[in-house]
């Protein structure tokens, strides 16, 4: 069946249209299951493809050469990291043995764009905030200065590591957006009562590609994204 956003579906370009637009509202995998009449699996299957395409796109605007850390499906397929098959809370109460998710988050003029940090620790945090030089033994203070923000969702907590510079597009103070930001992010992962943590990355990237296009028609951008670059079922 011809569809040029996913390639190798047995599903009409009318109906995958139907499910972006409800993805691009933002709706839950259930919840676009009952309302187009595809099977759930076949909605989990679609939307983690979508995700990874959303990731691919924020990973090309990354300000920085190193890539950050891709979490693709060869990762299902391999042996798991240490902690990697266990859940990623995002409440207070997580479990203290359970490696948290830390991710950085960086305000640029244009844009805002996020890394896991999986070398950064709660105690690197908390002298970086402090402003203790302990951490130039470790070799963190210089990266963590080049985040606005850094998030620990064990903890379910911003971190506010920069000052409240005023953005000179706008006028208004990069914190804002950072702050902004951090309220989508929670309030969407909440959703999920906890995160595989190899599919954490991909929710992070789809909330900053949702936070940067805010402004835009999302269904509008996802649909040339996709024209662009098309899923696939291979």
Request: aromatic letters at 8%; hydrophobic letters at 35%; proline letters at 4%.
């Amino acid at each position: 069946m011809k569809n040029k956003y996913l390639k190798g579906a047995h599903l009409s370009e009318r109906k995958f249209k139907e499910i972006l637009r409800l993805f691009a509202d933002d709706l839950t995998a259930t919840q676009i299951a009952n309302i187009s009449g595809v099977s759930r699996v076949t909605i989990n299957s679609y939307l983690k493809k979508l995700r990874h395409q959303i990731a691919r796109c924020c990973e090309t605007l990354h300000p920085v050469p190193a890539p950050v850390i891709a979490y693709d499906s060869r990762q299902e397929n391999s042996q798991p990291d240490h902690g990697s098959d266990t859940l990623v809370a995002v409440k207070p109460e997580v479990e203290r043995l359970v490696k948290p998710v830390i991710f950085g988050i960086c305000r640029l003029p244009d844009r805002l764009y996020t890394e896991i940090l999986p070398d950064v620790t709660r105690s690197m945090i908390h002298a970086a905030t402090r402003g203790r030089s302990v951490l130039e033994t470790l070799g963190a203070t210089e990266r963590l200065r080049g985040f606005n923000g850094v998030v620990d969702l064990g903890q379910y907590r911003l971190y506010r590591l920069g000052s409240s510079i005023t953005d000179t597009l706008n006028g208004s103070p990069l914190m804002d957006d950072v702050d902004a930001f951090w309220a989508l992010t929670k309030h969407r992962l909440a959703k999920f009562k906890g995160l595989n943590r190899n599919t954490a990355y991909l929710h992070l990237k789809e909330c900053e590609y949702r936070f940067n296009n805010r402004n835009e028609d999302l269904y509008g951008v996802l649909l040339e994204l996709l024209k662009t670059y098309p899923l696939t079922l291979a």
